[in-house]
């Protein structure tokens, strides 16, 4: 079974389809050796950003972190790039509803609307919600100061910016869009391009009404796991691995990708 992709093109003006062999049992052939490979692909496709001092890189996982190496080297030599830690705040009674976010620059976002239709609002509602907050800081903390030996991300260096949100890819969409409204919130003057190599189709279109840009270089109907578009798969190939140890320490550098 043959399933059309889309392959993105910036410099063409138009999208060039591609045909990718789809998935039924027997699995997706690859598409991309590793996320090296991914993300210099991606970096075609961004060219519009190179060398513009504006531009800063966000990784919103270990597998972005590591896309989103390759796509700021290949953009400059001076373009930052940073691994941004953006955790929902889950409601007490509803786990799965977020009532905001925390970020690892310490900023924290609420949904007041939603904050006060589940009662946060009372006296014990909000110290719970205070509680929860310094919970996931204290997380979030944790994890981003495994990056570059806890170089600190400070507000002023996303503040009128364009934030090239980069992930290996994008099935369900959760945490890109968590991070999308976050920073939305947060860096409401900034301009917001989201950068993955693998992107569902329908999703695309949804989070392009969000943000000014989603460039890929893929664009299937159905993803299926993220991993199966790599040869490499959940584990770091040797030259990933490598990449992983330069940019973490600790469990960091130590663990593999997520499966989405």
């Known amino acids: 079974m043959v399933g059309l992709v889309r392959q993105q093109g910036v410099d063409s003006g138009r999208d060039r389809r591609q045909a990718v062999p789809g998935n039924s049992s027997s699995g997706r052939r690859a598409v991309f050796s590793d996320r090296i490979h991914a993300g210099q692909q991606l970096a075609g496709n961004l060219q519009q950003f190179a060398n513009d001092p504006s531009v800063v890189v966000l990784s919103i996982s270990r597998g972005g972190a590591v896309v989103g190496s390759a796509v700021a080297s290949a953009l400059g030599p001076t373009t930052p790039h940073f691994y941004y830690v953006v955790r929902g705040i889950p409601s007490a009674n509803i786990p799965r509803l977020s009532l905001g976010s925390v970020a690892g620059d310490g ?18 509602g909000s110290s719970w919600l205070m509680q929860s907050i310094e919970m996931i800081d204290l997380e979030v903390c944790r994890e981003q100061m495994q ?8 507000s002023e260096m996303l503040q009128n910016k364009t ?4 992930d290996d890819g994008i099935e369900s ?4 869009r968590e991070a999308i409204m976050h920073l939305r919130h947060c860096y409401g003057e900034s301009k ?6 693998v992107c569902l189709a329908d999703l695309r279109r949804q989070l392009q009404r969000h943000v000014s840009l989603v460039v890929d270089v893929v664009s299937p109907v159905f993803v299926g796991s993220i991993a199966r578009w790599y040869a490499t798969g959940v ?6 691995q490598h990449a992983l140890d330069a940019m973490f320490d600790g469990a960091g550098a130590d663990s593999g990708f997520d499966a989405e």
Do not use: H, W
């Open 235 to 240: 584990v770091p190939s040797v030259a990933e």
């Open 192 to 197: 917001i391009v989201v950068a993955v190599p």
């Open 147 to 154: 990056f570059y030996g806890g170089m600190p991300i400070l």
């Open 107 to 124: 900023s924290v976002r609420i949904d007041t609307a939603l904050a006060k239709s589940v009662d946060i609002e009372t006296p014990s």
């Open 163 to 166: 934030l090239v949100v980069v």
């Open 173 to 176: 969409g959760d945490i890109m």
